[in-house]
C-alpha cells in the first residue's frame, strides 16, 4: 500500500513538474506563420501578426499584438486594418464548476480604412464570401463520435457565464467614398463596461467623435448602469445619460447640443416593459415622458405619455437656424406647451388627451387609429379660440403701381395658372372621419363662433359635410365635396348664409361699410381642373342674394348712381351724400363655364328702382353689366354701364340712351295727348252732327 501511496505521489509530482516546464517553455509564436498562411488563404489579403502571448495557467489568455489585413489588390498597400492589441482570458478552475468566468476582453488601437471607388466598388465586400466551408469540409468524418443525444444535453445544468468587463479604446474608422465625394471618420470610438453578472449592476461608459468633411463633428457621451439577467428573462438600464454635441457651420452659433436621461426595465416571463422617465433637454425644449408595456411577448399592450415643457416657437426656430415667419402681429409664436397621452396594440392605437397650447389658443381633443393596418384617421378635436389675423404676413406695402394688364384685359395671371398639384394618390388612399370646432375665430378680419366642421375622407372622396358657424347675427353652413378617383379632381361646393348683417362683415373684411342690409345668400357650384384657369372655365351652377333694408355706401358704383338720381328726379346732385339707400335688394344668377349671367337684379327704394342685367366672364376676368334706374312708377329709364376688368372696371352713364328714351316718350305722350284731343274733337262735332 505504500508502495501504491509512493507511487501516485511520485506521478503528480512528475505531471506538476511536466505540466510547470510545458507552461514554462511554450511558446505559441512558433505557430503564428501557420495562423498567417491561414488568414491570408481564407481572406485572399496579406496579413501580418506580431508577438503572440499565450498563458495557461491560473486563466487561460491569450494576447495578440500588432496584428495587420491587407486591402485587396486594387486598393493600394496601405493596410485595410490594423489591431495593436487583442486579450482574452478564461479561468481554469470555475470550469470544473460549469461556472465560465472570463477576465475583461480588451481591444487596442483598432484601425479601419473603408473605400468605396467612383465605380461603387468597395474594400470589405470580398470579406462576406471568404472563410465558408466546402463540401468536403462540411461533411462529417466517419469515424467522428455520434454527438451527444438531447436528452444528456438538457439534464446538465446550465453554464454560468461572467465576464469580467469590455474595454475597447483608441479605435478608428475612417471612411472614404469617392463617387459621393463623403469622408467620415469615427476617432475615437471608446468602450469601458464593468463586471458582466447576471443580476448585477453593470456600469457602462463610452465616448466617440465622429467627423464628416467639410466641417461637421459630432461628439457623444454615454454613461449608465445596465442589469442583465437573461436566464431569468429581465434586462434593465438605470441613469442612463447621453450627452450630444453637434458642430456645422450652418448651426445657430456653430453648434447644438442635446441631453437624454432615461431608465428601463424589461421582464420577459412577465411579459412587461416600461420606459420611466425619459427626458430630453435641446435647443432650449424640455421633452418628458415614459410609457409602459404589457403581454410583450404575446398581444403588446402599451401606454406613452409625452410632455414639452412650455417654451418660444421664436426662440426655438432661432436656435435651430430657422427663420421665423414674419407675422402681422410680432408678439405671436412667444409661448407654447404640448401634453399628449397615448395607449394601443398592435391592431389600434388612441391619442387622448391631446393639449396643444399656443400662445393665447388652447387645443384640446383625441385622434384615434382603429385600424393600424388600413391607417383609418378618426379625430374630435376643439379649439377655444384664435385669432389667425395675427399669424398671416404682414400687408404688403402699395407701391402705387398699376397691376400688369394681359391680353384679355385683367390682371396678367399666367404665372398664377401654374398646376395645382394635389397628392391624389394619397387622397385616394385616406380613411378620416373627424370633428373639429372653434369657440372663436378671427380669419381675414371676419369674426365667426361656434364653428363646427365634420370632416370625411373615404375611397378617393373628401367631404365636408358641414361646415357650421354663427356669423355676424346669422348663420353660415358650407358644404363642399373633393372627388380623386379620376384623373382629373371635381369639385362640388353649397353656401348658405342666412340672416347676416353685411354691413359690419364687409366694414370688418374691406375696411369700410360698402353694403349694409340683413343678408341671405345661396350658392351651388360644381367645377373641375388642375388649374386655376380650368376651375374658372369649367365653373357651373346657380347663385342668389336677398337683402333686407340697407345702404350702398361709400363706394364708385353710390357714386354714380346718386349723380343719375339727381337727373332722373330732376333734383340738385349733393357730393355729399355717399349712399344709396333701399328698403330690399335681391339678384339670381347663373353661372355656365365660369360666365356668371345675372337678369334680375332689382333695388327697391321709396322713390326709385334700379334693375340690373348682365354678365361677369370669370375665365377672361371681365365684367359687362348695366344699371336702370327708373323713377318711381316711370316706364323709362337711365342706364349705368359698367365694363372692363374686374380690377378696374369703368362706370360710365348711357346719357344718349336715356334722352333717346325721354324723347321717345315725350313723342308717346304727345301722340296720346294728341289723340285724346282728337278723340274729344271728332266726339264733339258727331255729337253735333247726330245731337237730336
Request: proline residues 7%; hydrophobic residues 40%.
Amino acid at each position: 500500500m505504500k508502495r501504491v501511496l509512493y507511487g501516485l505521489g511520485l506521478l503528480v509530482v512528475l505531471l506538476a513538474a511536466g505540466l510547470a516546464i510545458f507552461i514554462l517553455t511554450f511558446d505559441a509564436n512558433r505557430y503564428r506563420p501557420q495562423i498567417v498562411s491561414l488568414v491570408e488563404q481564407q481572406t485572399g489579403r496579406s496579413f501580418s501578426l506580431g508577438e503572440i502571448s499565450l498563458t495557461l495557467w491560473p486563466s487561460l489568455g491569450l494576447d495578440l499584438h500588432d496584428a495587420v489585413l491587407g486591402n485587396p489588390p486594387d486598393f493600394g498597400k496601405r493596410p485595410f486594418a490594423r489591431v495593436k492589441t487583442v486579450h482574452v482570458a478564461v479561468e481554469l478552475l470555475p470550469l470544473l464548476r460549469r461556472e465560465l468566468k472570463v477576465d475583461t476582453l480588451l481591444l487596442d488601437g483598432l484601425q479601419v480604412e473603408l473605400i468605396r471607388t467612383m465605380d461603387g466598388h468597395d474594400n470589405w465586400h470580398d470579406l462576406a464570401g471568404k472563410g465558408e466551408s466546402g463540401p468536403a469540409e462540411e461533411a462529417a468524418s466517419p469515424t467522428e463520435a455520434p454527438a451527444p443525444s438531447s436528452n444528456a444535453a438538457s439534464s446538465a445544468p446550465p453554464v454560468r457565464v461572467e465576464l469580467n468587463g469590455i474595454e475597447i479604446r483608441n479605435t478608428r474608422i475612417h471612411y472614404n467614398d469617392a463617387d459621393t465625394g463623403t469622408v467620415i471618420t469615427l476617432d475615437p470610438f471608446e468602450l469601458k463596461t464593468g463586471a458582466l453578472i447576471p443580476g448585477r449592476p453593470m456600469p457602462i461608459e463610452a465616448r466617440l467623435h465622429l467627423t464628416q468633411k467639410p466641417d461637421l463633428a459630432l461628439d457623444a457621451a454615454l454613461k449608465g448602469k445596465a442589469t442583465l439577467n437573461p436566464e431569468k428573462g429581465q434586462y434593465r438600464i438605470d441613469t442612463l445619460e447621453l450627452g450630444l454635441s453637434l458642430r456645422a457651420p450652418d448651426l445657430p452659433d456653430g453648434q447644438l447640443k442635446a441631453r437624454l436621461e432615461a431608465a428601463a426595465r424589461a421582464d420577459l416571463s412577465a411579459g412587461t416593459a416600461r420606459l420611466d422617465p425619459l427626458r430630453i433637454e435641446t435647443l432650449g425644449l424640455v421633452i418628458s415622458g415614459k410609457a409602459r408595456a404589457s403581454d410583450i411577448t404575446a398581444e403588446p399592450r402599451w401606454q406613452a405619455s409625452l410632455k414639452v415643457a412650455e417654451f418660444s416657437p421664436r426662440t426655438l426656430m432661432k436656435k435651430a437656424g430657422v427663420e421665423a415667419p414674419q407675422t402681422a402681429d410680432p408678439g405671436v409664436l412667444q409661448r407654447a406647451s404640448f401634453l399628449i397621452e397615448a395607449r394601443g396594440d398592435t391592431r389600434q392605437a388612441t391619442l387622448e388627451p391631446i393639449r396643444i397650447e399656443l400662445d393665447d389658443t388652447t387645443l384640446k381633443g383625441n385622434i384615434r387609429l382603429p385600424d393600424l393596418s388600413s391607417q383609418a384617421v378618426r379625430f374630435d378635436l376643439a379649439v377655444d379660440a384664435i385669432d389667425l389675423d395675427r399669424y398671416l404676413p404682414p400687408p404688403a406695402e402699395d407701391t402705387g403701381k398699376p397691376a400688369p394688364v394681359g391680353k384679355s384685359g385683367g390682371p396678367q395671371a399666367a404665372s398664377d395658372d401654374a398646376p395645382i398639384e394635389l397628392p391624389m394618390d394619397t387622397l385616394r388612399a385616406l380613411d378620416v372621419d373627424g370633428h373639429f370646432s372653434v369657440g372663436r375665430l378671427k380669419a381675414f378680419k371676419a369674426r365667426t363662433s361656434d364653428a363646427r366642421l365634420h370632416l370625411i375622407a373615404r375611397k378617393g372622396v373628401l367631404r365636408i359635410d358641414p361646415l357650421t358657424a354663427r356669423l355676424y347675427d346669422g348663420n353660415i353652413r358650407l358644404t363642399t365635396r373633393l372627388d380623386a378617383r379620376g384623373k382629373t379632381p371635381k369639385y362640388a361646393t353649397t353656401i348658405a348664409l342666412k340672416g347676416v348683417q353685411s354691413g359690419p362683415l364687409i366694414k370688418d373684411m374691406a375696411g369700410d361699410e360698402y353694403l349694409s342690409g340683413k343678408a341671405d345668400f345661396d350658392m351651388s357650384v360644381t367645377t373641375t381642373g388642375n388649374r386655376p384657369s380650368a376651375l374658372k372655365k369649367g365653373l357651373n351652377g346657380k347663385a342668389s342674394f336677398a337683402f333686407g333694408e340697407g345702404s350702398v355706401n361709400n363706394s364708385e358704383i353710390a357714386h354714380q348712381v346718386n349723380q343719375v338720381l339727381a337727373l332722373l328726379l330732376n333734383q340738385p346732385y349733393d357730393p355729399s351724400v355717399k349712399h344709396v339707400g333701399f328698403t330690399r335688394l335681391t339678384a339670381s344668377a347663373k353661372i355656365r363655364q365660369g360666365i356668371i349671367d345675372n337678369r334680375d337684379l332689382e333695388l327697391r327704394a321709396r322713390k326709385f328702382t334700379v334693375r340690373g342685367l348682365g354678365t361677369v366672364d370669370l375665365p377672361a376676368e371681365r365684367i359687362d353689366y348695366e344699371l336702370r334706374l327708373y323713377k318711381a312708377g316711370g316706364k323709362t329709364y337711365a342706364p349705368i354701364r359698367i365694363s372692363g376688368p374686374l380690377s378696374s372696371p369703368g362706370f360710365r352713364f348711357d346719357k344718349d340712351a336715356w334722352l333717346k328714351q325721354r324723347l321717345e316718350g315725350k313723342k308717346q305722350e304727345a301722340e296720346k295727348r294728341l289723340q285724346q284731343r282728337l278723340d274729344e274733337e271728332v266726339g264733339d262735332r258727331l255729337k253735333g252732327l247726330f245731337g237730336r
